[in-house]
């Protein structure tokens, strides 16, 4: 029986432990920022352990990497699993690394129990997903899905003026392996959480149903700067009095469904000095609901609270449109496999929907898909002080070999 | 009768519009950073003129320039009047300048009229009223009036770490006067009102009453960091979203009474980034009004609703006092003199309160002092596009000669 088959939670532990090493910061983070030297040193630790689990590893032409475990039949699409080793420049030690670190921990479990699957397997790091230094963010999955061209990614430049693709070739990993363009059997990606939700209710696994729909906008607030001292109340014209019923508006409107978001992030502030009543103010809005009506009445909403404040205060009020992602709902046969594999092996669960943007959600364009996550601790992440629990960790790897053979059929085994 | 004199409006036009050719800026205003190169060539021209005039130069160990007029009562103490020199680095071309040239303007009108006083008329210029370059601001009529000591101005340094000191000698004003301790017995500042108030109620002086005491604050608010896309919106303390409230808090209370003002001028949030809910939102507050009772009421509600938002939104909020300027009640005699110096030309007048800071608020210390408003466009002061109409300059100096011959006396004259 497929549930008596249990990853090496230690072997696991050690692989995210010895991972973190390569771009350790003192407090305890990680910042190995993508196609830097530290990247390759991550890269070239990954290969190794894969080589050393018997994989055939390929890179693509924009460097992402398969790590592959041939399936009796030989020919066959695979099912793949994995996520990203670039982090934040202030990340954590699991964001990203984990799901790469599950899916090579499920290959060497499979070679433990010498277990032969039908299709191949094949364990997945995704270039660049995390965004923080070249554009577009998740870049080399949206490419492998066709929602960017090769081109396009390569061409990005860093702060500095780098192409992705000269940083590419500098460390070692420009593949000569076509980027996107086969099927895949199914897409399995496990990730910490990176919020409360699993924490906040005791579950040990989430079920992820699919991701948020974003549509980001720019508010810009235009009044008149006057002197703090001289100008009566009732003759200003106050852009960040005007932004702050806004503020507290998206508020309101992010509180219009279960899973509806509304956040204001950034705010600039002109010419934000003490004695000045500010003439400009320009804020961002990000709004995540699970579908596009929610996404679209969250809009409307804004936009006639603009209308509407901006006549009250005197000011002129811009909305602007800056992002919209739409909303993912994976594959049900593969939230059911990760759903049953829970199930199986008694961890609490419970469905839940990504807030956040990942690999999966482009993979799911083009291939069968769905993602496991495992409480983060107190739904900290982005942040050096991210962390989760070995035995969490643990239980969604298991969750990730029971949807795996699930998929890849193991029937030598079962 | 002193109501026939009048200042001459051309020359007093030409003074201001020749000293503005220095740091004239491309879009029409002055840059004069206090003790510059520029202020040394703004401050001889003004010498030059005060000589041209007859009138006997000294300047003080701060810079402060003094151009005596003598009177019948040679040992007696003057009546003074004046303003400043020094603009902000995107100032106007009368904020300030208006004050030195219209007191100029009253010496030649004296002398072409071959006026003789019964006390000394005397024209000020007060060093680095702005406060742009060196602090403290309003420093040397600070350091006149005792309210800062000489080496208090003296060693504030600059943000190239130039000391005033210093500063002071390369521009060859380093004076041998005495700073302060010598009585005036009237002190007169004319001024653009910096505010829209004469503009909109249609007058053309204000009699200025005296100044609002200033109380300000540094509030931070502590949140949590968090996600945008995956916490939801019970789950979050938004530093951003507990400033919001108090931003229109502070806006309520500043509409407590006529002349009180509350404005939240500068905003700092962190980690200021689109996607993540905001963690300290750190903003200044800044309170005006006529009385300390009033400030002092200001003060409570912003306590009182910050302890209240931080336990509704399970925010930390700290309320941190940082400036506090007492109200400034001008001298009523002086006060009476400028009302009935409007009246008697005709102008229409009203009573004003000054909201903002004027080396006059410091001078009315040491001696009776009262001040002129004249309206400026759109109540737009230190910016650049800063202007107002001659007639009304001239009203103001016009005025103001009312008043010092009403202080000073003129016998033979009247």
């Known amino acids: 029986m497929s549930a008596d088959i249990r990853i090496n939670a230690e072997r696991l532990w050690d692989s995210?432990?010895?991972?973190?090493?390569?771009?350790?910061?003192?407090k305890g983070g990680v910042k190995r920022l993508t196609l830097t030297e530290l990247d390759r040193q991550g890269r070239e630790l990954f290969v190794s352990w894969c080589k050393d689990a018997g994989l055939a590893v390929s890179v693509d032409g924009v460097g992402n990497i398969f790590a592959r475990r041939?399936?009796?039949?030989?020919?066959?699409?695979p099912v793949v699993s994995g996520s990203h080793l670039d982090t934040q420049p202030s990340g954590g030690r699991f964001d990203g690394c984990y799901g790469v670190m599950a899916a090579l921990e499920v290959a060497r479990s499979l070679n433990d129990r010498g277990i032969e699957t039908e299709l191949p397997f094949e364990v997945a790091m995704w270039t660049n997903e995390e965004g923080s230094r070249f554009l577009p963010v998740m870049g080399a999955s949206g490419a492998f899905a066709g929602v960017h061209t090769v081109e396009e990614v390569l061409s990005g430049r860093d702060v500095d003026?780098?192409?992705?693709?000269d940083a590419l070739r500098a460390i070692g990993y420009a593949g000569a392996a076509p980027v996107g363009g086969r099927p895949l059997a199914a897409y399995f990606e496990a990730h910490i959480e990176q919020g409360p939700i699993l924490e906040n209710t005791g579950n040990t696994v989430g079920v992820v149903t699919g991701a948020l729909g974003q549509r980001w906008f720019e508010v810009t607030v235009g009044g008149m700067d006057a002197h703090a001292g001289p100008t009566p109340m009732h003759l200003r014209r106050d852009a960040l009095l005007g932004a702050s019923f806004l503020i507290q508006e998206v508020n309101r409107l992010g509180k219009a469904t279960e899973h509806a978001r509304?956040?204001?992030?950034?705010?600039?502030?002109?010419?934000?000095?003490?004695?000045?009543?500010?003439?400009?103010?320009?804020?961002?809005?990000?709004?995540?609901?699970?579908?596009?009506?929610?996404?679209?009445?969250?809009?409307?909403?804004?936009?006639?609270?603009?209308?509407?404040?901006?006549?009250?205060?005197r000011l002129d009020i811009g909305v602007r449109q800056t992002i919209f992602f739409p909303p993912c709902h994976?594959?049900?046969?593969?939230?059911?496999?990760?759903?049953?594999?829970?199930?199986?092996?008694?961890?609490?669960?419970?469905?839940?929907?990504?807030?956040?943007?990942?690999?999966?959600?482009?993979i799911a364009r083009v291939a069968p898909t769905a993602m496991i996550f495992?409480?983060?601790?107190?739904?900290?992440?982005?942040?050096?002080i991210e962390n989760a629990k070995p035995e969490d960790l643990a239980a969604g790897c298991n969750v990730l070999l029971q949807a795996v053979l699930a998929k890849a059929g193991a029937s030598s085994f079962l």
């Open 16 to 26: 995210l432990m010895q991972m973190a090493k390569i771009g350790a910061t003192p």
């Open 70 to 77: 041939n399936g009796r039949a030989a020919g066959a699409a």
């Open 161 to 165: 003026g780098i192409a992705f693709g």
């Open 262 to 313: 509304g956040t204001v992030g950034m705010i600039a502030n002109r010419p934000n000095s003490r004695n000045v009543v500010p003439g400009e103010t320009v804020f961002s809005v990000d709004f995540r609901d699970t579908d596009v009506a929610g996404l679209d009445r969250m809009e409307q909403g804004l936009r006639e609270a603009s209308a509407r404040i901006a006549t009250e205060q």
């Open 330 to 362: 994976f594959d049900q046969a593969c939230v059911a496999a990760v759903r049953a594999g829970a199930a199986r092996l008694g961890y609490r669960h419970m469905d839940i929907v990504s807030g956040a943007g990942h690999d999966a959600v482009y």
């Open 374 to 384: 495992v409480p983060c601790e107190g739904g900290i992440s982005h942040n050096e």
